[in-house]
């Protein structure tokens, strides 16, 4: 068993407000919001195959499952497809950042598998410490060192409205009277 040492999410977290972490030049690496448009790399990780049980004269057996282990294909790629358009992926691609590439596949995989009927309580505990390790949790952000950017002028950019106030001045009520 380990002894003494910082331990993960030990203590309290730093905080990039406080004068403390000013002091000591801690700051966050601030991530596009509107994500990454680069270049998606190949999955690593070589095809899952899928097998299906049968039974015949009081035997069972496995076979390969052509059509379970395509859609799954199918998925890990979509999934692949999207996590490379989120504003982590700005951090994943950097040279400094490539040996996450397998780490960032086995998330996919296993949250392909913990979208299935048969995962476990240990896929979905191991889908979540993925997620931490590539920053795709609030937890794992921070972890990383990493924040997403909060894009000001987005709005101002695209005309939608902001959050001023109307120009009757009357606000339209959130919470409605339950009859």
């Not at 966050?28 to 680069?38: C, I, K, N, Q, Y």
Request: glycine share 8%; with cysteine.
């Amino acid at each position: 068993m380990s002894r003494g040492g910082a331990r993960n999410r030990s203590g309290p977290g730093k905080d990039e407000a406080s004068a403390r972490s000013e002091q000591a030049g801690y700051s966050l690496t601030a991530l596009p919001a509107e994500g990454f448009a680069g270049q998606v790399p190949d999955f690593p990780l070589s095809a899952r195959r899928i097998y299906r049980w049968e039974f015949e004269d009081k035997r069972k057996f496995q076979v390969f499952d052509e059509e379970s282990t395509e859609a799954i294909t199918d998925r890990e790629a979509e999934l692949w497809s999207w996590l490379w358009t989120t504003p982590q992926a700005c951090a994943w691609s950097m040279p400094s950042e490539r040996w996450r590439l397998h780490t960032i596949a086995m998330y996919v995989r296993t949250f392909v598998i913990c979208e299935g009927d048969e995962a476990t309580a240990a896929d979905k505990g191991a889908v979540h410490r993925f997620g931490d390790q590539i920053g795709m949790t609030p937890a794992g952000l921070r972890e990383n060192g990493w924040k997403i950017a909060v894009d000001e002028l987005s709005a101002r950019r695209s005309g939608k409205p902001d959050d001023a106030a109307p120009e009757d001045g009357v606000y339209e009520p959130r919470l409605r009277d339950a009859e």
